[in-house]
């Protein structure tokens, strides 16, 4: 009976341990929600600590929610998370000067590491600047071995580069430059929305 005690004490122990696990892990899950279906991004903060916890707040404040794809380069990357100037829904939303924004908090500290740049990377965009990277962010469309150790990687995606694929281009002569651009619908961490279910049900 003893023996049956304890090791039932263990199964228990592991059990909540991989469900914490689990759990704390979802909090790295990005979801971007686009008008073809959603990109699932695992967010690195092992990697880059700093800039994963500022988008993961920028997506709790809903700052991402209707942000386009203000430059998408064909073969590349497609850019994104102007929060100033890019987002559709408010009164500073400039086309013309989308991707010269930022958010309110200031530039971060670069992180960059050893991760190297492929097909759905994530990485933050900066500026000349080595250390302005502020909230606006890119996934690459192709690898981009050019761009490592250059700029901070902020995750990867997981699912969906489907439909990353499909999210209105610019050219390449144009720099990426999106007349009427595709928008981030919803940006939201996967916790999020399983509380939202769990509160619905």
């Known amino acids: 009976m003893i023996v049956f005690f304890r090791i039932f004490t263990v199964l228990t122990c592991i059990f909540y341990l991989f469900s914490f696990s689990a759990a704390a892990d979802d909090h790295n899950i990005l979801v971007l929600s686009l ?20 988008i993961k707040k920028l997506t709790e404040e ?3 929610n209707n942000v386009v794809f203000h430059r998408v380069i064909p073969g590349f990357m497609a850019q994104t998370g102007d929060v100033k100037f890019g987002k559709k829904d408010s009164v500073d939303f400039d086309l013309k000067n989308v991707g010269k924004g930022g958010s309110n908090y200031s530039n971060l500290p670069a992180e960059f590491s050893k991760q190297p740049f ?6 933050m965009a900066r500026s000349q600047d080595l250390h302005s990277a502020n909230s606006q962010f890119f996934i690459c469309l192709d690898d981009a071995t050019f761009l490592n150790s250059q700029y901070t990687v902020v995750g990867e995606v997981v699912k969906g580069m489907e439909i990353v694929d499909k999210i209105k281009k610019g050219t390449v002569d144009n720099n990426g430059s999106v007349i009427d651009p595709d928008v981030i619908n919803a940006a939201y961490l996967q916790v999020e929305k399983k509380v939202k279910v769990e509160i619905k049900e």
């Open 35 to 54: 008008k073809n279906g959603d990109v699932i991004i695992q967010l690195r903060p092992d990697l880059a600590p700093n800039h994963v916890a500022r």
């Open 62 to 64: 809903g700052a991402y």
């Open 118 to 123: 492929k097909r759905g990377t994530v990485g």
